[in-house]
C-alpha cells in the first residue's frame, strides 16, 4: 500500500487543492485534524492558508503543533508551503495585538532557525501576487526535492512575510522580489517552499512528485 500522507487541516482555508496536486503526483493523500493521525502518518504536509499568529494559535491549541514537532523529531518526511514554510521557524511577527509577546512576536515551530517578518518596502507591491523565478542554490542542485527543478523557473507567490536569517545551507533555492528571500528550504526530512506548487502548473507539479517519490523511498 502506499505511504498514508497526511494533509494537516488546521481550519483557516481550503486545502483540497493540496491534496489533488499530491494524488496528481501518485501519492495517496488525506485530510486530517487529528493530532493522533497527524503523528502516525507516513509523511506530512501543512498548507498554506492564514495568518502566522492565527495558525500558531491553533497548532498550539489542538495539539497538532506537538504532534508535528513530533513526528518532524522521529524522521517522518514533512513539507510546508507558504506559511507552512515560515512556521517551521523560530518566530514570526505576523499577528493580532492578543497573539504578540512584549517583543511584537509569535513563536513558531522552531524545527530551522530563521525568524519571519514583512517584506522590505521599497516601492514594490505587497503583498507579492503572481509569477516569480527560482533560482537554485548548490544546496538545491542536489537536493532530492529541488533537483528536478529547472533554474530560474517560476512558481506561483502569494505572501507579505518571508523568512530572514536562516541557515545558508538549509537553503535550497532564492527568489528576488524587494529583497532576495529564500523561497524553498530543506534539511534532512523537513522540505518547505515559499511558492504554492499546487497553483504552478507543470513545474509544482514536478515538485509533489519529487516530494511523493521521497516519502515512498522513507517509507
Known amino acids: 500500500m502506499a505511504p498514508d500522507i497526511v494533509v494537516i487541516d488546521y481550519h483557516k482555508g481550503n486545502i ?30 501543512l498548507p498554506g492558508v492564514g495568518s502566522f499568529g492565527d495558525a500558531m494559535a491553533y497548532l498550539n491549541e489542538s495539539g497538532q503543533a506537538t504532534a508535528i514537532k513530533r513526528a518532524i523529531e522521529a524522521g517522518t518526511p514533512f513539507l510546508g508551503i507558504c506559511l507552512g514554510l515560515q512556521l517551521l521557524f523560530d518566530w514570526g511577527t505576523e ?58 523557473s517560476n512558481f506561483y507567490f502569494t505572501h507579505s512575510y518571508v523568512v530572514y536569517d536562516a541557515r545558508e545551507e538549509d537553503v535550497l533555492g532564492t527568489t528576488d522580489y524587494a529583497c532576495v528571500f529564500l523561497s524553498v528550504v530543506g534539511r534532512e526530512n523537513v522540505f518547505a517552499a515559499q511558492f504554492h506548487p499546487e497553483k504552478s502548473s507543470e513545474k509544482g507539479g514536478r515538485l509533489m512528485d519529487a516530494f511523493v517519490r521521497i516519502v515512498e523511498e522513507r517509507a
Open 95 to 152: 499577528g493580532h495585538e492578543d497573539e504578540l509577546d512584549e517583543n511584537g512576536r509569535v513563536a513558531g515551530l522552531g524545527v530551522l532557525r530563521g525568524h519571519c517578518d514583512l517584506l522590505p518596502q521599497v516601492g514594490l507591491k505587497i503583498p507579492h501576487v503572481g509569477w516569480d523565478q527560482v533560482h537554485l542554490t548548490g544546496a538545491g542542485r542536489e537536493n532530492p526535492l529541488t533537483r528536478g527543478v529547472i533554474e530560474g
Open 16 to 45: 483540497a487543492s493540496v491534496v489533488r496536486g499530491l494524488t496528481a503526483a501518485g501519492g495517496r493523500a488525506r485530510i486530517s485534524d487529528d493530532p493522533a493521525e497527524i503523528g502516525r502518518a507516513d509523511a506530512l504536509v
